[in-house]
């Protein structure tokens, strides 16, 4: 098959463009779980238990995989051909995370044991400055699985009544009554777990009377009400299905404006130890039964904001900025703080353009509630969205033990200890891709020429874990083939995501993207699977797709206690360096094995600014 791309009125360019066909290493698999060209449904059922690790698979599971290929098309009574065994493959039916879609962790826990879903500013449709406020962005949150909705109140133009804008912007408005409705319509369409509606009011306690008559008529008896013995414990998500909880948070425009005029980081942490939370004594009764999750304040200042009430849990709210701060040098007692209270992470007021920050560092020391602006798009956007396909995409997702406990010896979890032991390696096998060729238009990456696409594959993690590859770059080809394989020595593999992006390679020109997937490594099926890719915005390509091989190898007991892996990693200048790193999923090499032999990306071989 040939392609021409036209030059000129005179001169045209051709290319002989192969099609997707299986590798080698798939071959040889069919020919030894095949007879004579053909694969029954026995052998079938043979290399999904063997090969794919699926030990519940049984006769009827084989069926399906058969009847969908029938469905398709591709099927041959008497057996499966090689093409059609490499249609299965590369199928959706043979994703790598779990098909059911079924809520599959403990939810019986107090909420504060699980990450949530959560917005930021979840009224806005684009910048943080001048874009339209609207219900659609909560509409769109919700049925992405969002569990926590953000909305701002202000007293209207007249004073008599409250409305949805962010102020001190030039952003429009929005009707209060509008976005509740549209929570209520939406809260559970995706999941039955808990919504939870934070509310920066900016209100007299005449409007919070209002608001509180109107949040309660709108959703009646799916509004929970906190009562007495959930004061020392939150619920849990399972006793808390189908319900909205309100929370609070604290008004921001001091603190916005004491940035825009120029602070430093340290003089906007101060500045924001003066505003609190919530002054109950101020707020309206009835408003206030209506909360939930009340908040806490932040009169210690950096060194008493993490002192829990043992008689109360509180949610607190800090800036990813503070959180920043903290984290170097008191990670263990952010992690202490979170396992009875909440944390909830909001951008700095500086982000405009509604960017988003690296949602690890606070995941990584336990913050249930890092705030997001969704209607953005970026890597930090697909990490969100790659956690959150966990457990089902139900919107929670619980914390990993080491969060949870106090450890062996009293201490808990610091996430930059240089002292923590690979637990499990993961190899990823990256053979080749397909479906950029339907999905786009022939000139789409290149002019006068196929695209030349390469892959990076990194993990995000602990800073102890996060590294990313680069494959080889495939010239001139619709169907790059890579054949390369990457390990990655995991610490905490219950915090990592696989990360891979796709792009076209231009060299005078920034790189083309052509494709990304965020997986939880909790939920990665091991085997040789099809791994959807996705457009910016986090929404699934119709048809492009590689085909990968994962392989779990967790250490055991009798295995050596130092794998021969040697990790060359040095935090002291900035104990965050290597999660910032991840933003190009480009770290520096630990120097993991790899075959077949490319090289680790460097330092100076990274390429800032290219999404």
């Known amino acids: ?81 090689l093409e059609e065994f490499y249609r299965y493959l590369l199928s959706d039916f043979n994703s790598p995370l779990p098909l059911s879609g079924e809520v599959w962790q403990d939810m019986t826990q107090p909420l504060s044991h699980y990450f949530l879903y959560t917005g930021h500013n979840s009224y806005l449709t684009g910048n943080q400055l001048n874009s339209r406020s609207s219900t659609e962005p909560i509409v769109k949150a919700l049925r992405r699985g969002v569990r926590v909705i953000e909305l701002d109140l202000w007293r209207n133009s007249s004073g008599t009544e409250a409305e949805v804008r962010h102020g001190g912007t030039l952003t429009s408005t929005e009707d209060l009554q509008k976005c509740l409705n549209a929570v209520k319509e939406n809260a559970f369409e995706v999941s039955d777990y808990p919504v939870v509606l934070t509310l920066e009011d900016h209100l007299n306690p005449d409007l919070q009377k209002k608001v509180a008559k109107m949040v309660s008529k709108t959703f009646g ?38 940035i825009s005029q120029g602070a430093t980081t340290a003089e906007s942490i101060n500045t924001e130890e003066l505003i609190q939370d919530e002054d109950e004594k101020t707020v309206a009764v009835e408003y206030r039964d209506l909360i939930s999750i009340h908040a806490g304040n932040r009169k210690g200042g950096l060194k008493n904001c993490l002192n829990g009430d043992p008689n109360r849990v509180i949610r607190l709210s800090m800036s990813e900025q503070w959180l920043e701060t903290l984290a170097k040098t008191r990670g263990p007692d952010i992690v202490k703080f ?43 956007l697909w990490m969100m969205q790659g956690m959150f396909k966990a457990n089902g995409g139900c919107g929670y997702v619980k914390k ?51 695209p030349d696409f390469y892959a990076r594959v990194g993990i995000a993690g602990i800073p102890l874990d996060t590294i990313s590859y680069r494959t080889e770059t495939d010239t001139d080809e619709w169907f790059p083939v890579w054949n390369e394989e990457f390990e990655f020595p995991l610490r905490v593999p219950e915090l990592a995501l696989l990360c ?53 190898e967790p250490l055991t ?8 892996v040697p990790v060359v990693v040095k935090i002291g200048i900035e104990r965050r360096s290597l999660i910032v790193n991840v933003k190009d999923y480009d770290g520096p090499s630990a120097n993991p094995k790899h075959n077949p032999g490319t090289p680790p990306v460097t330092t100076s071989q990274r390429s800032p600014g290219r999404g």
């Open 1 to 81: 098959m040939k392609v021409t791309f036209k030059v000129c009125f005179c001169c045209a360019r051709s290319f002989k463009v192969k099609s997707s066909e299986p590798p080698q290493e798939i071959k040889t698999l069919f020919d030894n779980y095949s007879e004579n060209g053909r694969m029954s449904e026995d052998e079938m059922l043979r290399f999904v238990i063997q090969v794919q690790g699926e030990t519940h698979a049984d006769s009827n599971y084989v069926k399906d995989i058969f009847n969908m290929l029938k469905h398709h098309g591709v099927f041959h009574p008497r057996g499966l051909h």
């Open 221 to 258: 008896g799916t509004l929970f009400r906190c009562r007495d013995e959930h004061k020392k414990c939150f619920p849990s998500p399972e006793a808390l299905k189908n319900k909205i909880l309100m929370s609070t948070k604290p008004p921001k425009e001091y603190l916005q404006t004491h």
């Open 338 to 380: 979170t396992q009875r209270n909440i944390l909830r992470i909001f951008p700095k007021a500086t982000r405009f353009d509604s960017s988003n920050y690296d949602p690890l560092v606070g995941w990584i020391h336990g913050a249930q509630m890092v705030a997001f602006n969704m209607q953005s798009h970026g890597k930090f």
């Open 400 to 450: 990993p033990d080491v969060l949870l406990s106090n450890g062996s010896v009293g201490k808990f979890f610091d996430p930059y200890s240089q002292d923590l032991q690979i637990k499990t390696t993961l190899k990823v096998k990256i053979y080749n891709g397909e479906g950029w060729n339907l999905d786009f238009s022939q000139d789409h990456f290149d002019r006068y020429s196929p």
């Open 500 to 552: 891979i992006t796709v792009k076209d390679h231009d060299k005078n020109t920034q790189n083309d993207f052509a494709g990304q997937t965020c997986l939880p490594f909790s939920e990665i099926r091991p085997g040789i699977r099809a791994v959807r890719l996705h457009d910016r915005l986090g929404d699934v390509f119709n048809h492009a797709r590689l085909l990968v091989r994962f392989v779990l």
């Open 557 to 564: 007991s009798s295995s050596p206690s130092s794998v021969s």
